[in-house]
């Protein structure tokens, strides 16, 4: 992927405005609707800058002036990680500790705002793309082109639901963690919907509502991948039909419709298969050519920061936060869990680690991410450089096969369900085999192995707000293997104050149809 520098702003410069979600993007250049239309009707090929553009923003974003925290996607992987149970911090970090106290949800801070113009600004950018490559063109190119910025809109639409209210259900039926379909928030206040049509300012949502725009926008999505032929592209850069089932997938799971959530995740099974080798799944995920890469970012010397960069921030090999004393690491009981012959067991400094009298700084250090890669890095003469051109990895295959697997569980396939779950595994652990005996037991064992899998990824974050998992870090449960910080050893349910976040000042004071009594 390229940095783009010239974007376009797709707004009528005399007539309808933007909705107030909108009124934070900053546009590097600015074109009228019609010639923008003109433009593109003689040359689609000119869109390219703009899909770059989007692109950039979802690799990059971050609100001017801000911390080192926030970057695009792999920003709220990062800080998400931190919200839950299995990411510990190792000192008192200011840039990331309140995110880790999980005291950062108020009206008038930055993680409100910065999330909230994050996705609204590729919002705008996605309905400006719809704006001209509306449901009738059929150029094969704009019909594409449609497609990406519909699955944009709708990524971006089920990013905010995470934050600005609790999930569709809490829970899910026959779990250790409880509650279920009953616990319905389905009817409560989201976010503002906005699409390529709106002129004026739009109140809040029921999540009802985001999730129905958001599920069509991505059914369309995906039916135009398949009728073009672009269900799996050449390029793990581009958005397409395997992007856009894994956040159908996602969508599905968190409504319970887990026949659907099973389709989708199916759709990127028959598209990819998981990592395997010994040298893939320790190759450090940095690199967008992995087997497993649905979707991802070539970064280059041209489009990377520095000290604001994802492996800036995971890599203990490198020159940015992680190198120089802001290490990350593991929950020790979590770790410690992780069976012996368990290759996943390498990406932390635990003590089995043969590696970690010679190089772990703090216990529990995870060595997962690696931004030159595990052989370069382990390999004779390495000279520390080439960390931050690591690439960045959104979407991996092995999350389709864990949700096709708990799938089959929530719809009474449990036989199934296991032996879907023991093949993921067998490539992880040779001879393993799942110790579950009825429904719950399973969903847990699977969960535990998808938290492995996926740890520091912002998985846990996703799981934990749908299935219901507390926050549990007390020493009431952990006793003396607890290497949370004192000031994070607390216990927190999903639907506590710390999980939702209010909707930030600046729209408040802008959107005339939200007031302070439509606060969270």
């Known amino acids: 992927m390229k940095n783009t520098i010239v974007k376009f702003l797709f707004v009528l410069t005399a007539g309808a405005a933007l909705s107030s979600c909108m009124k934070d993007t900053q546009p590097t250049g ?44 792999k920003g709220f992987d990062y800080l998400t990680s931190l919200q839950g149970n299995d990411m510990i911090m190792t000192g008192r970090f200011a840039m990331s500790l309140y995110h880790y106290l999980l005291d950062y949800w108020q009206a008038d801070y930055n993680a409100t705002l910065t999330r909230w113009r994050e996705y609204y600004n590729n919002i705008a950018n996605a309905n400006g793309v719809l704006k001209v490559a509306t449901a ?19 990524y971006s639409y089920l990013q905010l639901s995470y934050l600005y209210q609790y999930s569709y259900y809490v829970g899910a039926d026959d779990t250790v963690w409880g509650k279920g379909a009953k616990y319905d928030h389905s009817q409560d206040k989201l976010v503002p919907l906005v699409d390529e049509n709106t002129t004026e300012d739009q109140p809040r949502s029921t999540v009802s509502a985001v999730f129905d725009f958001l599920i069509k926008d991505l059914e369309e999505a995906y039916a135009i991948f398949d009728a073009i032929d672009a269900v799996r592209t050449a390029s793990p850069t581009d958005v397409d039909g395997c992007v856009v089932a894994t956040y159908l997938a ?49 970064i280059t010397s041209d489009n990377t920061g520095i000290y604001r960069s994802w492996f800036s921030l995971m890599d203990y090999f490198g020159d940015g936060y992680a190198g120089i004393g802001v290490w990350r690491a ?34 529990y250090q995870s060595i997962k991410f690696i931004g030159a890669g595990r052989k370069q890095v382990f390999g004779s003469g390495f000279d520390g450089t080439g960390w931050e051109l690591g690439d960045y ?57 998808k938290r492995v899998e996926f740890w520091g990824e912002g998985m846990e974050f996703l799981d934990n707000r749908r299935l219901n998992i507390p926050i549990d870090r007390t020493d009431e449960t952990w006793g003396a293997a607890n290497n949370h910080l004192a000031a994070a050893r607390f216990y927190h349910d999903q639907e506590d104050r710390e999980f939702l976040y209010q909707i930030p000042v600046s729209e408040i004071e802008n959107n005339k149809q939200i007031n302070e009594s439509d606060q969270n």
């Open 250 to 298: 996602r969508a599905y799971m968190i409504k319970h419709d887990w026949a659907n959530a099973q389709k989708y995740a199916k759709v990127v099974m028959d598209n990819f298969g998981i990592l395997t080798s010994e040298d893939d799944i320790l190759q450090g995920f940095s690199d967008i050519n992995l087997p497993d890469v649905v979707w991802g970012c070539d």
């Open 136 to 154: 009738d063109v059929t150029d094969p190119a704009m019909r594409q082109y449609r497609a990406i910025a519909l699955g944009i809109r709708g």
């Open 393 to 449: 990895i959104y979407l991996r295959s092995e999350e389709a096969y864990f949700m096709y697997a708990e799938c089959l569980a929530h719809q009474g396939n449990l036989s199934e369900a296991i032996t879907a779950l023991e093949a993921i595994m067998s490539t992880r652990q040779p001879g393993y085999s799942c110790p579950a005996a009825d429904k719950a037991d399973f969903l847990e064992e699977l969960n535990f192995q």
């Open 30 to 73: 600015v074109i009228t609707q019609e010639r923008l239309s003109e433009v593109i009707q003689a040359h689609p090929e000119k869109f390219e800058a703009t899909i770059n553009g989007i692109y950039s923003d979802i690799q990059t974003w971050s609100n001017p002036g801000i911390s080192h925290n926030y970057f695009g996607q």
């Open 330 to 363: 593991g929950f020790g009981p979590f770790v410690d869990r992780i069976d012996d012959d368990d290759i996943r067991r390498e990406w932390f400094l635990d003590g089995r680690n043969p590696l970690t009298p010679k190089i772990a700084a703090v216990a």
